[in-house]
């Protein structure tokens, strides 16, 4: 059993040093990756240890919180395969898996083998009801909070492949500032004005066409750390504003597109990530955002009531972790970037059910200020304005655009 958990260990670490600085992702070095690579590798070596001194009941919990991290490294290699994609490091992924399912086994039965049988059967019980409790306690607050941190930085999301927008359009490259070069596809405008279309986990094919019909010329963008474009994947887009204004610097240098007249709209993360960019530069002159949540602890703190302090240490635990694991800090709170926008015009949209803080659209429209307009859709779900009201969403993001980009294009 003792040889069979070691072997399984260091498959395992085996993995985090080939991903980290073996076969680091495209448009990263393993320079990117010292911090989140050696907090693996620690938290790898406290196991070991702990596995070796600890008494049954340590080394059975150890086991199963490592044998949950070898399921979660092999995340991205388990996603290749069902695409069939499977490259660099995807194969040492695919050994940590398994090595995971491994320790899984070999934690469920240490823990089984271990069971105290002494005092009565009330005892009994309530000794291991306690066990069970803590043990959710510490899966919910810690093990699933850093597995859930490990998939956000480097879960990488696979690529639409053929958009379709409705119109002929060009397949470009938009390179970034640190040297990143980002696939998109481009419409090229009919009324000198033009916007970018930035996905969440939801694409935006349909949202551009809507544009297009307009007039508009739209850049559909793929963000960085998806399968075609390089650089490190971030779920929560921490890293993504730099591709935003890569994109703005393209429309600005088309001839068919006046500098001034350049917006954006995006989806979920997407959203986010415009609303960040726009507080960053005024090149982006008007934003649509759709299902903006919570991407970092400073929006987590606007949460109202007692849900802010359950969810509190979860929470916390996996903004840490992805801070470790993307090697960055987070951003700076949604609520603190949105008055940076203003006197440029700003369109909130939300949904009646929506997820991941949706609801906080609210605050961040009375934070942005009377340039800000928040639209709420009660029964639509997270990101699906267009498709539950596709005539008024039309009128109103095609009307904001226009009133923005095209009347109001010298503010």
């Known amino acids: 059993m003792t040889r069979l958990t070691v072997t399984a260990i260091a498959l395992i670490a085996l993995h985090v040093v080939d991903d980290a600085f073996l076969q680091p992702e495209p448009g990263t070095t393993a320079a990117d990756h010292v911090l989140g690579g050696l907090a693996l590798l620690t938290i790898l ?49 695919l050994l940590a898996g398994a090595a995971g399912l491994v320790l899984l086994c070999v934690g469920a039965v240490t823990l089984w083998r271990s069971r105290r049988r002494d005092g009565g059967r009330a005892r009994r019980l309530g000794r291991r009801a306690l066990v069970v409790v803590c043990g959710v306690v510490g899966a919910v607050v810690v093990v699933v909070p850093v597995a859930a941190a490990y998939v956000i930085t480097h879960v990488t999301l696979p690529s639409p492949g053929d958009v379709d927008l409705g119109v002929p359009h060009e397949q470009v490259t938009v390179t970034t500032t640190d ?40 850049l559909l963008l793929e963000h960085r750390g998806t399968a075609e474009s390089p650089g490190a994947p971030n779920l929560l887009g921490w890293n993504r504003s730099a591709d935003v204004h890569a994109a703005v610097a393209f429309l600005r240098g088309r001839p068919d597109v006046d500098a001034g007249r350049v917006g954006g709209i995006g989806l979920s993360v997407g959203g986010e990530t415009l609303l960040q960019a726009a507080a960053e530069s005024t090149d982006l002159r008007a934003v649509v955002s759709e299902g903006a949540g919570i991407r970092t602890l400073g929006e987590h703190h606007a949460v109202e009531g007692a849900k802010r302090w359950v969810e509190l240490p979860p929470v916390a635990v996996a903004m840490a972790a992805t801070s470790v694991f993307a090697g960055q800090r987070p951003p700076p709170a949604l609520q603190d970037l949105v008055p940076r926008i203003a006197p440029r015009p700003l369109l909130l949209i939300s949904a009646g059910h929506g997820v991941g803080g949706e609801e906080l659209n609210a605050l961040y429209s009375a934070a942005a200020g009377s340039h800000a307009t928040w639209w709420e859709i009660p029964e639509a779900r997270h990101t699906t304005g267009l498709s539950t009201r596709p005539d008024e969403y039309e009128r109103r993001v095609v009307g904001f655009f226009d009133d923005a980009l095209l009347e109001g294009a010298d503010r």
């Open 179 to 218: 040297g990143l070069d980002l696939q998109a596809w481009y419409v090229p405008s009919r009324n000198g004005a033009a916007v970018i279309a930035v996905p969440g986990v939801s694409e935006t094919p349909r949202h551009a066409r809507m544009l297009v019909e307009h007039g508009y010329g739209v």
């Open 45 to 93: 070596l406290v196991g070991l240890a702990c596995f070796h001194r600890g008494h049954a009941g340590m080394r059975g919990t150890v086991t199963l919180a490592l044998g949950v991290l070898g399921l979660t490294v092999a995340a991205e290699g388990l996603l290749a395969m069902t695409q069939g994609v499977l490259a660099r490091d995807d194969y040492s992924g």
